[in-house]
């Protein structure tokens, strides 16, 4: 059997556990830089506020139906993230975080359990500890159990955000009830030409041809059915290592000096090496690109990009700065406006199995100097050392102009009691 606890509208509860009184009222969240809608209560929705929306388009929409409207808070979503985690990972040892607010777990030799009180005891600490309420769907398989989560989900009040399929009827009844269209696994395109043969249903898709939906939908697709019938197909997924790395930036202003730019890809450099270190990879290729701004049409246009292939794997930041900064001479042009820049590493390999170059300098000696700076940051607060390159004074910060306090992370932000 699998579980699937997923975190009610995750973003917005995050900002209810510290502040109580918003419980009830419309809660939206906005993405990087306060643009666009990427969380909503209930409530919001319920007033017609629009997945995606453009903060700036729908002001008199706030202020019509009072939304109380934050700036996406990473720090406190991914501590709030990782204290539900922790409290999951105590009812079974295999576990797969499947994303910010949901996770698989897999009930193995949990036979003789009644999984519906085990689910409903989950739910219960989740919320008691953390504030966070969850939904739980159990299922033979995961894709049922994600069927069974948005059951649950779907009918709070009958299920108690709980609900278990552990019966053929019950299996049949589930996928009758669920759209074709909201089948995790199946997209826009997909869900698109399934309506087109009359396939309505997720019970309708098990009812295919096996040869038509691999044909169709690829292997995948054909696991999917699989896994919807009740066949056990689908696995928990072992976390792997990413396979590229990105630090891109738009910036405040217009940027017309090289100089200005290398400060910038030398920090973005720098942020992709930590990322690198801390998975214990390296990179073999680097892209550099820097653009002008789109929308600004009354000024010239300009948009680059490079590859460089390094002569060695690395992770060191002095490395990776200054290849970033050779590529970035290649590609600037002068008399531009530039708006937004980033590097990307790519072509990883293991760091305990570098090939090595008997005529190049590998630096080693980079290794002990970064695990010193990166046990230092760790320690004291990120960027507290950095490259000379690098702007001492210059932290780059989103526009957050609603950004609610770091209460769980930031000791100066502590939620403050009145007695």
Known sequence: MFALVDCNNFYASCERVFRPDLIGKPVAVLSNNDGCVIARSNEAKAVG?????????HEELFKKHNVHVFSANFALYGDMSQRVMNILSEYTPEIEIYSIDEAFLKLQGFE???????????QRKVVKWTGIS????IAPTKSLAKVANRIAKKFPNKTNSVYLIDSEEKRIKALKWLKIEDVWGIGRQHAKRLKAINVNTAFDFTQLNDSWVKKNLSIVGLRLKHDLQGIPTLDLEILQPKKNIATTRSFEKNYTGLEQLNERVTTFAVSCAEKLRKQKSCCNSIMVFIHTNGHRHDLPQYSRNIVVKLPFPTNSSIELAKFANQALGKIFRKGFHYKKAGVIVMDFSPENQKQLKIFENNNA????LMQAIDKINASFGQQKIKLASQDLRKVWKMKQEKLSPRYTTNLNEIITIHV
Do not use: T
């Open 49 to 57: 506020v629009p997945m995606g929306a453009p903060a700036f388009e």
């Open 112 to 122: 003789k359990f009644n999984l519906k009180s085990y689910g409903q005891e989950m």
């Open 134 to 137: 969850v939904s739980v769907g």
């Open 365 to 368: 000696k980079h290794v002990p």
